[in-house]
C-alpha cells in the first residue's frame, strides 16, 4: 500500500479509504473480516458519519475491530456531521452535540479528521469556528475538513478558522468527471464547458486539500455502478481490456484511474465485500499510462474538445 500526506496535516495516509457507509448491513463477523482485510493490505484509514444507520455503523465499526487503547494507536478515524433530518445543521451546539456521538459510538477519545458533511445555507462560519477551536483544544478532534463544498464555502470557513482545512470529501468517478471535464472544454460553447463547482479540483491542489472521491464506482447520483453495466458497454470493454494487461479485476482499474490523477486523492471506498475490497487495494500498486486513462475517460462518453 501507498501512502500519502494528507492535505497541510501531518498524517500520512494510505491512498484508500475504507468507507463504513453500510457497514451496519453485515453481520458482526462479517464486519470483522472486513476491517481486517482492510488493515492486513495496509489501509488503516476508515471514513465514517454520523448519519450512516443512525448512528449504527460506529457502532458496528467499533465492535467489529475490538476497539481498546492498542487498537486505537494502529488506525486513522475520519467522521463526518452536519446532516440532519430535514436540514443541514453547522451550528456551534450541533457539531459539539454530533462529535460527542461519534466519540462513544466509536468508543474513542478522539477523531484525527472531522468533516463538515454537506454545506449548510445557514452557515455561521464564526459558530463553526467556536466548535472547531473548542474541539481541537479539548483534543476530540485533531484535523478538519469538509464534504461536497466549493471553493468560496471553504474560504468563507477559512476566514474565521484557526484550524486549516486538510480535506474536501466530493463525488467523482469515470461517469461523473465533471470536476475534470470542465477544465478541458474551458472557453468552448458546449455545456461541459460549465463550471458547476468553482473549479474545485484545481483550488484544492492549489491550497494543499486533499480531495476524497466518494462513489467511485457509482454513475448518477446513486442509480448504480457503471462496472458490468450494461448501460455502458463500451466503457466496460476498455476497462476490461486493460485489466487483462494488468492482470487486475475491473475493479481495481477504475479506482487506478482516480488515483492516476496528479492531484494525489484519496478515494474512499464504499465495498462491503472483502475480497473486493482486495481489488481496491490493489490499485494503489497500478500506474496507467496516459493513453490508458484517456482511453477509459473517452469510452465514458467523455468528449474531448
Not at 494510505?14 to 453485515?26: D, F, Q, S, W
Not at 462479517?30 to 484509514?45: K, P
Not at 468508543?107 to 479528521?113: A, G, H, I, N, R
Not at 484535523?143 to 474560504?155: A, E, H, L, T
Request: aromatic share 8%; glycine share 6%.
Amino acid at each position: 500500500m501507498r501512502y500519502m500526506k494528507l492535505g497541510k496535516s501531518d498524517l500520512q495516509v494510505p491512498t484508500i479509504a475504507v468507507g463504513c457507509m453500510r457497514i451496519n448491513e453485515l453481520s458482526t463477523a462479517d464486519a470483522e473480516r472486513l476491517v481486517q482485510t482492510a488493515l492486513e493490505g495496509g489501509v488503516n484509514f476508515f471514513d465514517h458519519a454520523d448519519i450512516y444507520g443512525g448512528g449504527t455503523c460506529e457502532e458496528l465499526f467499533a465492535e467489529a475491530i475490538h476497539m481498546n487503547s492498542t487498537v486505537r494507536e494502529k488506525i486513522i478515524l475520519q467522521s463526518k456531521c452536519g446532516i440532519r433530518k430535514g436540514m443541514f445543521d453547522f451550528s456551534k451546539e450541533h457539531i459539539l452535540e454530533a462529535v460527542d456521538g461519534s466519540l462513544k459510538r466509536l468508543k474513542t477519545d478522539y477523531l484525527d479528521v472531522l468533516l463538515l458533511h454537506r454545506p449548510d445555507a445557514l452557515v455561521e462560519p464564526e459558530e463553526v469556528a467556536e466548535a472547531f477551536d473548542k474541539l481541537y483544544s479539548s483534543g476530540k478532534v485533531r484535523n478538519f475538513g469538509v464534504s461536497n463544498q466549493n471553493p468560496m464555502q471553504i474560504q468563507l470557513l477559512e476566514k474565521f478558522l484557526h484550524q486549516p482545512i486538510i480535506a474536501n470529501q466530493l463525488q467523482l468517478s469515470i461517469t461523473n468527471a465533471t470536476m475534470i471535464s470542465a477544465g478541458l472544454h474551458v472557453n468552448m460553447a458546449d455545456d461541459t464547458a460549465v463550471s458547476r463547482d468553482g473549479s474545485v479540483l484545481d483550488f484544492c491542489r492549489l491550497h494543499d486539500i486533499t480531495v476524497q472521491p466518494w462513489s467511485p464506482f457509482q454513475y448518477g447520483f446513486f442509480e448504480g455502478v457503471f462496472l458490468n453495466n450494461d448501460k455502458f458497454p463500451k466503457l466496460n470493454a476498455a476497462i476490461d481490456k486493460i485489466a487483462a494487461n494488468y492482470e487486475v479485476s475491473n475493479t481495481t482499474i477504475a479506482l487506478a484511474w482516480i488515483l492516476r490523477h496528479p492531484a494525489h486523492m484519496q478515494p474512499v471506498t464504499g465495498t462491503m465485500n472483502a475480497d473486493r475490497l482486495k481489488d481496491c487495494m490493489k490499485a494503489a500498486d497500478i500506474y496507467l499510462t496516459r493513453e490508458e486513462w484517456y482511453e477509459i475517460y473517452c469510452a465514458a462518453g467523455n468528449v474531448l474538445p
